[in-house]
Nanobody, 114 residues
Framework: QVQLVESGGGLVQPGGSLRLSCAAS????????MAWYHQAPGKQRELVAE???????NYADSVKGRFIITRDNAKNTVYLQMNSLEPEDTAVYYC????????WGRGTQVTVSS
């Protein structure tokens, strides 16, 4: 079955960096688009960044120039490098697999606070 396991979240000061990882299994990883979403308390889940099977990327306006999504098809893993973090980035970050049906990981908490 499809499994997505996020890691790398934590507490970081404003201006700091984190790298999230999402280990995927149960499907042919290099055939599917992957994405990161986030959900802050009391808000809807929103797209942060996505990457196609071919490596093309797309970002939410709020993270352009600060976040980078990459994938390593040999390791079945997608990453989100987050730089210049702001308190507004505080949320649970979810990995997602695209396709006909969207699969979700359980999320990892990112807290940006001094």
């Amino acid at each position: 079955q499809v499994q997505l396991v996020e890691s790398g979240g934590g507490l970081v000061q404003p201006g700091g960096s984190l790298r999230l990882s999402c280990a995927a299994s149960g499907f042919i990883f290099n055939r599917f688009p992957m994405a990161w979403y986030h959900q802050a308390p009391g808000k809807q889940r929103e797209l942060v960044a996505e990457i196609t099977s071919g490596g093309s990327t797309n970002y939410a306006d709020s993270v352009k120039g600060r976040f980078i999504i990459t994938r390593d098809n040999a390791k079945n893993t997608v990453y989100l490098q987050m730089n210049s973090l702001e308190p507004e980035d505080t949320a649970v970050y979810y990995c997602a697999r695209g396709g006909v049906y969207t699969y979700w990981g359980r999320g990892t908490q990112v807290t940006v606070s001094s």
